[in-house]
């Protein structure tokens, strides 16, 4: 049967163009622990080799033990999930009344959001800082989580303003006039259209506020507070990068993003049922 | 109820003075460190830890920044308020710092140390370089020196190092004919501006910067020569390709590598040279002499310095000068790779080996003259970073070494004049 | 969070009760992100912004003499600012339209469930979570002929006469960080395309298909219409980004060879912190600003007549 010829042809490109994209995502990423298992005296002279000659794992062990990545790494996690967590509660809240409502003031909200993406942060890092410093809440993770739920909402705001606008309206006017509150029905009927939206909100905002480095940077004193992209920096001394040890640091820091991207993923696919748009 | 109250408040001001109590016995000093590597911090945790036991109720917390962001950090700390007490100060940062009227005069503090006495003369003369007090106390010297590549000039049949810059131009030709290698490791990216100053006065026959009217000394012949000889040495292929973008690890990893054979560099790269290579496998010679016979290898330093705004002076004042005794610098200086700043430093063991040769022999040689920067004018910094872009457009054959020269020049003799306005 | 009010006694006062409430409403949702951005970003964003009217000391920026436009007239002559434009909009054109086609190419073969679909969701998303400077590092290290592949691979292919650093060369320098940001951009086209995808109701497809209407047409009377929201925003925000992104380029070339890869952003921060002139920084800033407003403006008329359809 012709159709089903060219059905397989159709399947096996498909295949064929998705184990491009893979290798395209991941060659870097071999790269990088392909150094991080790669001996340091032979980083250099093997460095174009596909394949080390000799295989060590000492990187990890001392980037584990010796030095206090896991420390760095629960702070991380601490501070990107409660970003994560905050940031899309204020910007689901923000981008359904920007999607829903027409009201005086909706440009320059708009507008002041945008511009906060538009500005250069390291200009403003300055008063920033002694913002925080006013608010004691310099070297704390509790400082770091509001300055990058402050810097993501609005990119946030934006992106769940055009879910919720793929959503018809009256959706939750049908369930408001069965007697509803608008809250209610924001509850009930729209959220779970929203939970692609929401997972790929989540998913955007956990990864930048997991590999922040300038706030962090700039924020963060102590060892104990520490991020693990600031901890990343400490491999690059004025004298040498400690390569073997970035990378395993690296790889290692892979390790959440990508079960966090696992884990959501299935939300992210989650196909609207065909009857949700009927009555 | 009268009697409820009266305990609660009893407690409280017992709880109050207790606490205040406490914080009175204890002193919080902030030290920052910003050239950091985790051999240093160690170091340094532990001379901190020696003077912590000196003075019991002193209690030091050592915020260490990333060299990389470093200036960034340290200038977005100031001024937003959370000024350390005691900072270590590299020797570009100083005319900035000093002359926002930050750093505490340590002149007073230096005369009445017990070791005072014992710091070479150059120690003090670095440290009062802006503003003629001196601002910090340096804890040692960055000089330049030649690293080679013994087994890679073997190869090439190179006899014996260069001494001169033509037998250097020459060494490095003969290397870069072996397959894959190269001669020079050129720093054409960040912070390469010391290698241009250094070969147009070695050509020059001399390292005064200025004349006496003031001009600078950048433009005339000899120096255009030290300029062209670089680009010579990049147009021609005796520096890798790559190394118009190189900066200073992408150097010191080229010669580790044996990608390339010489490299101009400080002690500090001895470090990470020397974890890399084999000691037999490479050794340090003093700057290539021009025709006059001279060369005017950099020297520059760094030190610690406390901030005028600093609650505890005394407390601030004596860690510094803790940090400073001729033991814990020696130790300091050792772990640290730069020269010592007390007098006699060379007679111990550690500094007296085949390596540190190259760089003894030019403080000791009367060939060599160590040539300061001109860090005290205002703008330094910004002509620093002009003179990456406008040098790798030389490198990169889009502009003449005649031009560049004159641009540096008249830059140059601005800074100057404006400076001279002021002193 | 409801304002559920029992009917009370009046209608004229229930009336307006009423009507507070519906002019409330959005202000409720929207609060604490006002707040929050007010509070964290607004005031420091004043402060920034008033820099470019002043003149600023590196390290006692609260003290400063006012120097009106002097720093805006700056602008027009400085050769390097007028380079740096141009080389932001190459960068940012380049790295755009290559991830976002290839972003929306991953989210159309994603659309339909297949064997190990979460597996290899899981995987293509990866180069969003490498901090920019480690990215940043390890292409340089792909790119340096010593120790990486890459120059060895296009030599072979015949497309460099022998193994260089493209980096080296002012002329291509700046594609060695636009592959660098389109590889860490396509998952965010498409994670949020394919989110947009999804949310489209497959009933619809299904209708057009018993219609008779082929591929493309699907494609472009449904799929287009519906992403375009998303598209719009998508597009501006990572413009807005990516202009103002200059990680990638710092960390792989410094902004040269000789100033062929500085980007306005990466101008900024070296005019800020290594000439130290923060008021001349934060007028170039303002300028980008302006531009990258006036381009955020034109993309939402864009949408909204992509969005008439809806």
Redesign the interface.
């Known amino acids: 049967m012709p159709s089903k010829v060219n059905f397989t042809i159709a399947g096996a490109l498909r295949y064929f163009a998705i184990a491009l994209y893979v290798l395209f995502a991941l060659f870097p990423i071999y790269w990088l622990v392909k150094i991080a298992v790669t001996p340091d005296r032979l980083i250099y002279t093997e460095g174009t080799n596909i394949w080390p000659s000799a295989f060590t794992l000492d990187n990890f062990r001392s980037v584990l033990f010796l030095t206090d990545f896991l420390v760095y790494f629960k702070n991380s996690l601490i501070v990107s999930f409660g970003t994560a967590f905050f940031t899309t509660i204020i910007a689901t809240a923000a981008g359904y009344a920007f999607s829903r409502f027409h009201f005086r003031g909706k440009v320059v909200v708009i507008s002041v959001m945008l511009i906060t993406q538009m500005f250069p942060l390291l200009m403003i890092i300055a008063p920033i800082y002694k913002i925080m410093a006013g608010l004691h809440l310099l070297d704390s993770l509790v400082g770091l989580i509001i300055v990058y739920t402050a810097f993501n909402v609005p990119f946030a705001t934006f992106l769940m303003q055009s879910f919720f606008d793929g959503i018809p309206k009256d959706l939750e006017e049908a369930a408001m006039i069965d007697g509803c509150t608008r809250f209610q029905a924001l509850r009930r009927v729209i959220f779970p259209l929203t939970l692609p939206g929401l997972a790929a909100t989540l998913g955007f905002i956990f990864t930048a506020a997991w590999s922040e480095l300038l706030f962090a940077l700039m924020l963060i004193n102590s060892n104990e507070n520490m991020t693990f992209p600031v901890g990343l920096k400490t491999f690059v001394s004025k004298f040498a990068v400690d390569w073997g040890q970035m990378m395993a640091a690296g790889t290692l820091a892979l390790i959440p993003s990508c079960l966090f991207f696992i884990l959501i993923q299935r939300f992210l696919v989650q196909g609207l049922t065909a009857g949700a748009v009927k009555g | 109820m009268k009697n409820l109250f009266r305990t609660v408040a009893t407690s409280a001001i017992l709880a109050a003075t207790l606490s205040a109590g406490a914080a009175l016995a204890e002193t919080k000093l902030k030290l920052v460190e910003v050239i950091t590597s985790p051999a240093r911090t160690e170091t340094l945790t532990a001379l901190v830890a020696e003077y912590e036991a000196n003075n019991p109720d002193v209690d030091v917390e050592i915020v260490s920044l990333p060299w990389g962001e470093a200036f960034e950090k340290l200038s977005t700390m100031v001024a937003g308020g959370e000024i350390p007490d005691v900072v270590e100060m590299p020797d570009s940062w100083l005319a900035l710092y000093a002359g926002n009227d930050l750093l505490l005069d340590l002149e007073d503090s230096i005369a009445s140390w017990e070791h005072g006495g014992t710091l070479a003369q150059k120690t003090l003369d670095m440290g009062r370089l802006a503003g003629g007090k001196a601002y910090t106390l340096p804890y040692g010297f960055y000089l330049r020196a030649m690293f080679y590549n013994k087994k890679l000039l073997a190869e090439a049949g190179v006899a014996n190092p260069p001494h001169t810059m033509a037998e250097f131009m020459d060494a490095s030709a003969k290397v870069s004919a072996l397959p894959g290698k190269s001669g020079y490791c050129l720093r054409g990216g960040g912070g390469g501006l010391n290698g241009w100053i250094m070969y147009a006065a070695t050509m020059n026959g001399s390292n005064e910067f200025f004349t006496e009217d003031g001009k600078s000394r950048l433009n005339e012949p000899g120096s255009i020569e030290g300029i062209q000889f670089l680009m010579d040495m990049y147009q021609k292929g005796y520096a890798p390709k790559d190394s118009v973008n190189w900066g200073f690890n992408e150097i010191v990893a080229g010669f580790y590598s044996g990608t390339c054979a010489f490299l101009d560099q400080d002690p500090d790269a001895l470090i990470s040279v020397a974890e890399r290579m084999d000691a037999a496998d490479f050794a340090v010679t003093p700057m290539p002499v021009g025709p006059s016979g001279k060369a005017f290898p950099t020297i520059g330093f760094a030190g610690w310095s406390v901030f005028k705004s600093t609650e505890h002076q005394a407390e601030a004042i004596g860690l510094v000068q803790h940090l400073s005794t001729p033991a814990s610098n020696l130790t300091w200086t050792k772990r640290v790779g730069v020269i010592p700043i007390h007098k006699g430093a060379e007679q111990d063991s550690h500094f007296a080996t085949e390596q540190y040769k190259g760089w003894f022999d030019t403080l000791n040689g009367d060939e060599y003259t160590p040539t300061i920067m001109p860090i005290y004018l205002k703008n330094f910094g910004v002509f620093k970073e002009l003179a990456i872009s406008s040098s790798q457009e030389a490198l990169l054959g889009s502009r003449t070494a005649e031009d560049l020269a004159n641009e540096w020049a008249d830059f140059l003799t601005k800074e100057y004049q404006d400076w001279k306005n002021t002193q | 969070?409801?304002?559920?009010l029992s009917p009370s006694p009046g209608k004229s006062r229930e009336k307006s009760l009423k009507k507070l409430k519906w002019?409330l409403?959005?202000?409720l949702?929207?609060s604490?992100?006002?707040i929050?951005?007010t509070?964290?970003?607004?005031?420091?964003?004043v402060?920034?912004?008033s820099?470019a009217f002043q003149s600023i000391?590196?390290?006692?920026?609260?003290q400063t003499g006012w120097v009106g436009l002097a720093n805006f007239e700056k602008l027009f002559s400085d050769r390097l600012f007028w380079k740096a434009l141009t080389n932001t909009a190459w960068w940012t054109i380049g790295s755009l339209v290559f991830q976002f086609f290839?972003g929306l190419?991953?989210a159309l073969?994603?659309n339909k469930?297949?064997a190990g679909?979460?597996?290899?969701?899981?995987?293509?998303?990866?180069?969003?979570?490498?901090?920019?400077?480690?990215?940043g590092?390890?292409?340089a290290?792909?790119f340096?002929?010593?120790?990486?592949?890459i120059p060895?691979w296009l030599a072979a292919i015949g497309l460099m006469d022998e193994p260089?650093?493209i980096?080296?060369d002012?002329n291509v320098a700046m594609w060695g960080p636009i592959i660098a940001n389109v590889?860490f951009g396509?998952?965010?086209f498409a994670?949020?395309l394919?989110?947009?995808l999804?949310?489209?109701?497959?009933?619809l497809y299904e209708a057009a298909a018993i219609d008779g209407a082929s591929a493309w047409q699907s494609f472009a009377k449904i799929t287009i219409p519906?992403l375009a929201?998303?598209i719009?925003?998508?597009v501006m925000?990572r413009t807005?980004?990516i202009?103002?992104f200059a990680?990638l380029i710092y960390i792989m070339?410094?902004?040269?060879?000789?100033?062929s890869t500085h980007i306005i952003?990466s101008y900024?921060?070296?005019t800020?912190?290594?000439?130290?002139d923060?008021g001349y920084?934060?007028a170039i800033?303002i300028a980008?600003?302006v531009l990258?407003?006036a381009y955020?403006l034109l993309i939402m008329q864009m949408r909204k007549h992509l969005?008439k359809g809806?």
């Not at chain 3, 969070?1 to 559920?4: C, F, P, Q, R």
């Not at chain 3, 800020?272 to 130290?276: N, T, V």
């Open positions: 969070m409801t304002l559920a002019l409403e959005p202000y949702y929207l604490p992100a006002i929050l951005i509070l964290v970003m607004l005031v420091p964003l402060v920034g912004i820099y000391s590196l390290l006692n920026p609260f290839l190419g991953l073969l994603l469930p297949f679909r979460g597996l290899v969701q899981g995987l293509v998303f990866l180069p969003w979570a490498v901090p920019a400077f480690l990215s590092l390890n292409w290290w792909l340096n002929p010593i120790i990486g592949p060895h260089t650093n980096m080296a002012p590889w396509i998952p965010f994670i949020t394919l989110a947009a999804q949310s489209i109701p497959k009933d519906f929201p998303t719009a925003i998508t925000l807005i980004w202009a103002n990680d070339t410094g902004g040269g060879p000789a100033n952003s900024i921060f070296t800020a912190f290594r000439r130290l923060f920084a934060s800033a980008l600003l990258l407003l955020a969005v809806i």
